[in-house]
């Protein structure tokens, strides 16, 4: 069998995510709670995109961020690194915790005093579907 060189992702090589540029349809996240997280810092890259089936962005909230009520059409897993969040059914994640979320589930949550700094890793580029009050319901 051949050898296949590994693909390799260096982080400071990959710009921060502009999601109304860029986007495909049905990935795309509200106008306002693109604004919101532009006003308050809140930033998104996506490092791998694809390679061997896999998906992973890195994100970077502020403190007390809500991420408003969404699903995904794909299950995911989400790895945060500093920080922390309480979702909306009262799970709360810290550092080094993780979480499976499946397809179809609708979640969101409420970034901690320190903000948070997570990984989300998927097996496809997931469509998302924000909750009938809007981006900025919880």
Do not use: Q
Not at 78 to 88: F, Q
Not at 95 to 109: E, L
Not at 110 to 128: D, K, Q, S, Y
């Amino acid at each position: 069998m051949p050898h296949i060189a590994p693909h390799v992702f260096h982080d400071s090589e990959i710009d921060w995510d502009r999601p109304l540029e860029t986007a495909e349809p049905g990935t795309r996240p509200p106008e306002p709670l693109v604004a919101e997280a532009e006003r308050t810092g809140a930033r998104r890259k996506k490092l791998v995109r694809g390679e061997c089936g896999f998906f992973m962005n890195r994100s970077v909230l502020p403190a007390d961020f809500k991420v408003p009520a969404h699903e995904h059409d794909h299950a995911e897993l989400l790895v945060v690194v500093r920080g922390g969040c309480s979702l909306a059914d009262g799970v709360v994640l810290g550092p080094d915790d993780a979480i499976v979320i499946h397809a179809n589930t609708r979640y969101g949550f409420t970034c901690g005093p320190n903000g948070m700094e997570f990984l989300t890793i998927r097996t496809a580029e997931a469509g998302v579907a924000f909750d009938a009050n809007g981006p900025t319901g919880t």
